[in-house]
C-alpha cells in the first residue's frame, strides 16, 4: 500500500510541475514552431540525398539507372534487392558499374539470402557501401544470376548522395 501511495504522490507532483511550467510559458509559446539549424562540417560539401526504386523486370528506359549531373559527384551508399524468379532460376549477385576518377569497374553485391517458395526462388540482399560516380557519367545497378527465361518480379533499391565538385 505505502509503494501504491509513493507512486500517486509522485505522479500528482509530476503533473502539478507541468502544469506550473505550462501556465509558465509565454502565450502562444506552444503553437509556435522553430525551423531547424542545419549545421555543415566546414570540410565538407553539401549532400543533396537521392534514392530511387525500380521494378524488376525492368520496363522502361533508364530503369536501374543514376545519371550524375556535370558539377556534381555521386556517392552510392546503400543497395537492395528483393526479387523472385522460377524455381529453375537463381539470382547470385547485385551488380553496379561505376566510372571513378576516369575509370569504369564493375562491382557486385552477393546475395544474402535464398528461399524456395513454391514454383519461386526468392532473393533478397541489403548492402550499405561506399561507391563512386564522377560527374557526367551514368551509374548502372542490375542483378545477376543462372538460367533462362526466369521471369523476375521485384524491386531493385538505391540511396545516397550528390555532392559538388570544385
Known sequence: MRRLHSS???IV???VFLGVVALAAPAGAHAQSVPPEIVLH??????QPFQDSWGVPFNEPGDG???VPPGKRFVLEFTSLDV???TDCRVGFVSITTTAGGKTAGHHVPIASHVEF???????TGQPLRLYGDP??????NFGGAGLNCNPIGALGASGYFVDVP
Request: proline share 6%; charged share 20%; net charge neutral.
Open 65 to 67: 539507372e543514376v545519371v
Open 118 to 124: 513454391g514454383t519461386r526462388n526468392i532473393a533478397v
Open 136 to 141: 557526367g557519367t551514368t551509374m548502372f545497378v
Open 84 to 86: 523472385t524468379v522460377d
Open 42 to 47: 566546414p570540410n565538407e560539401p553539401a549532400r
Open 8 to 10: 500517486t504522490v509522485t
Open 13 to 15: 507532483k509530476l503533473s
